[in-house]
């Protein structure tokens, strides 16, 4: 049987920490445990944390602030403000309401992206972070989550979401 017939290995997370040693067994088939897993884009450890998320994430957006470095000889404030809004700050803020970071170590590792980006034209080399943000236009990914909580926040007590979407809510 070639591998695009063979049937999908069923799996299960356990959530939190228990010492239990036991098999996970459906219809004679067994279970595989994972550690985490990657739903809607976004990965979940057994402990229900993001850091492999977070990781992932800034990895991913630091390969592209590499590459616009890489294919840009010159780059104006302008031109990088559109780079890093389209093509970057997707990356850090997809579904971050779900795996915001709490821990100022990986506030931080967000951040630091932005960071050392905006280091990258060269008219706002010797400024202060906040300074090249300011010049750039540009808020901290701290204040957009939290304005983006905000945001959701108003939505969901003010009662903008479809009834019929939005769990506990009954008409």
Not at 27 to 55: P, T, W
Not at 83 to 112: C, G, T
Not at 154 to 164: F, N, V
């Amino acid at each position: 049987m070639t591998a695009r017939h063979q049937s999908s290995v069923l799996s299960y997370m356990r959530i939190g920490i228990t010492n239990i040693e036991d098999q996970g067994y459906r219809m004679e088939e067994q279970l595989k445990e994972i550690a985490s897993e990657k739903n809607v884009g976004v990965i979940i450890n057994d402990k229900l944390s993001c850091v492999d998320h977070l990781a992932e994430k800034v990895n991913k957006a630091n390969k592209i602030v590499g590459l616009i470095r890489r294919t840009f000889v010159t780059l104006d404030a302008t031109i990088f403000k559109s780079l890093f809004v389209a093509l970057v700050r997707p990356h850090l803020e997809y579904a971050n309401q779900v795996w915001s970071p709490h821990l100022v170590k990986d506030i931080e590792m967000v951040e630091n992206v932005q960071r050392r980006a905006t280091r990258m034209v060269p008219e706002l080399k010797g400024l202060s972070y906040e300074e090249r943000l300011r010049r750039l236009n540009l808020p901290t990914l701290a204040y957009r989550r939290a304005r983006g909580d905000m945001i959701e926040t108003y939505k969901i007590l003010t009662g903008k979401y479809d009834g019929d979407c939005t769990p506990g809510k009954r008409t």
